[in-house]
Every structure is written in structure tokens, then in C-alpha cells.
Nanobody
Framework: QVQLVESGGGLVQAGTSLRLSCAVS????????MGWFRQAPGKEREFVAA????????NYADSVKGRFTISRDSTKNTVYLQMDHLKPEDTAVYYC??????????????WGQGTQVTVSS
């Protein structure tokens, strides 16, 4: 059974940082592209970042480029999203995903349950 379990969300002030983690089980970490998405209240779910399995190349949404960093640790089967210089507009539920590739329109095979990030001004 495939499981993607996110953690690390919380309530923080604008300008601070958070690191989200996504523990992956039930599938081989090798060969799988992974991504992060988010959904704010009243809005559609949107692409945040993705990382390739072969060369760890990363792709980011313009809204987070330069502030967020996606990474992976194959020894721990875990994907991370380091979020710096957080803004109130980053407030959303963040979802980890197994993706078909690393572009924003990627197909998603599996979703995590999500973790809430709230940024106060």
C-alpha cells in the first residue's frame, strides 16, 4: 500500500521559515518523481515544486521561486520542502505527491493527506 505522509506544517509569522517532510512508503523511491502542491481556501490546488528521480533536477512555481527549495533523501525515502521568507499568501494545505514528471501540469499518481501551513502577517 502506497503512503505519503506529510508533516511539519504549522502557524508561523511572515518572514520566517518552515520545512515540510513527506515520508514515502509502499513504493520504490528510486525512479519516482515527487512534487509538492498546495490549496488555499476557495482556490484550486496548484503546483508548488517537483524534483526528478534521476538527477534531482527541480522545478518551481514562479510564486515560490527563490524562496522554496525541494529536496529528497533516498536513504530515508523522504522528500522535503524548505520554505523561507514565508508570506501570508503562502497559507494553504500542502500536499506531497508522486508525479509523472516535474512540470506544473504533471499527472499525479498518489497524494498525501496534506499538512496545514498558516502564515500570519
Amino acid at each position: 500500500q502506497v503512503q505519503l505522509v506529510e508533516s511539519g506544517g504549522g502557524l508561523v509569522q511572515a518572514g520566517t521559515s518552515l520545512r515540510l517532510s513527506c515520508a514515502v512508503s509502499g513504493l520504490s523511491f528510486s525512479g519516482n518523481n515527487m512534487g509538492w502542491f498546495r490549496q488555499a481556501p476557495g482556490k484550486e490546488r496548484e503546483f508548488v515544486a517537483a524534483i526528478g528521480w534521476s538527477d534531482a533536477s527541480a522545478n518551481y512555481a514562479d510564486s515560490v521561486k527563490g524562496r522554496f527549495t525541494i529536496s529528497r533523501d533516498s536513504t530515508k525515502n523522504t522528500v522535503y520542502l524548505q520554505m523561507d521568507h514565508l508570506k501570508p499568501e503562502d497559507t494553504a494545505v500542502y500536499y506531497c505527491a508522486r508525479t509523472s514528471d516535474t512540470i506544473p501540469t504533471t499527472y499525479v499518481y498518489y497524494w498525501g493527506q496534506g499538512t496545514q501551513v498558516t502564515v500570519s502577517s
